[in-house]
């Protein structure tokens, strides 16, 4: 299981709205314990799936390869929409997959600098080509290329390209894999 404290959310710059519902739910911050560690599975229960993964910046415990791998799988299932519009552009798909590959030590900060300098290219012409879903899909494959601390805005992104019709399932799948994530650990 991941940890934070209420400390670490202050100093990262925590919404304070979520905050506070979340040290509501823990009878204060003072009774609780600024530093004493609460489990990434009530911040999802209490403040939702955004604020769980935002927390994955600041979790006590090392899961960066984990984080990154979540990351990846958010980014990956909006590929299909980048690959749909540009069939002949992979640097979206290279990027997730130096970004897999350096997550198992198999590709250095070299190849994934590369990458994600890559994806970001390819992002930025989606959005001179202002097609949203596009951008999106872009925007997460070079988000997962990214430290693993943006996590957040890989899934955000990965479910604002799937339709809106299939955004409750989008959100519903990254939830499920967000606590596989929390049980491995």
């Known amino acids: 299981m991941l940890h934070t404290t209420f400390a670490r959310a202050k100093k990262a710059g925590a919404c304070i709205e979520s905050y506070r519902k ?18 990434l599975s ?12 935002w927390c994955l910046c600041i979790v006590i415990e090392p899961a960066d390869t984990e984080i990154r791998l979540f990351a990846c799988d958010c980014a990956e299932r909006a590929l299909h929409i980048w690959e749909k519009k540009y069939p002949d552009d992979k640097r979206p798909r290279q990027a997730i997959e130096t970004a897999r590959k350096y997550a198992m030590g198999q590709a250095t900060q070299h190849n994934l600098d590369a990458a994600g300098v890559a994806a970001w290219a390819a992002a930025r ?29 890989a899934a955000g992104d990965a479910a604002r390209a799937v339709t809106w019709d299939a955004r409750d399932a989008e959100r519903e799948w990254q939830k499920q894999r967000f606590l596989e994530l929390l049980k491995r650990n």
């Open 22 to 39: 979340f040290a509501k739910y823990k009878g204060g911050v003072t009774k609780w314990g600024k530093d004493t560690p609460f489990p």
């Open 42 to 53: 009530e911040v999802l229960e209490v403040c939702g799936l955004d604020d769980a993964i």
């Open 125 to 153: 012409a989606a959005r001179v080509a202002a097609w949203a879903a596009v951008r999106a899909a872009g925007d997460a494959a070079g988000v997962a290329a990214r430290a693993a601390g943006d996590a957040a805005r």
